[in-house]
């Protein structure tokens, strides 16, 4: 019988640490840790240059802000605005729309990602990468002791 191989796109992923300078102030020391990627969106002419977004296992849905959604090419979903609460702090309003992205890096581009996304009504908040439609269907591996991230995806 014969074993079916399967590809994959392998995708790096950066860290961003920084000090907490408020709680360093007072002796306390505190990484700021961000797990970020690089990616594109569809536009309806071609593709936006690349963004830098924050991988987020902890948010449900991936949230754009308005000032890079005004430019993407947009199947909506829900377009009237509606209340996302469960964000830290507070909650923010948006529409929920279909969009389309890549993720890139230095070596490698992935195949175009179809995903639902919360197109925030302002820019309250960073481009973050949730779980639904791209953490669900893509393996995230993650060592910050060893530096190392990636998302490795189905080709």
Known sequence: MLRKEYVSIKIDLK???KLDLDLLSVGIFIRLIRLIASLRLKTAEAWTDPYKAIID???PITLIPKHVWEKLS???IFP???ELTGLGSGGVSGKLAEVVMVFLDKKALSPPISLKAFLVDSDSVPLIIGFEDILTDIKLVCDYRIKTAFLQ???
């Open 15 to 17: 860290f961003e640490t």
């Open 57 to 59: 296992t902890g948010s």
């Open 74 to 76: 947009i199947k909506w």
């Open 153 to 155: 995806i189905p080709d």
């Open 80 to 82: 009237s605005s509606i």
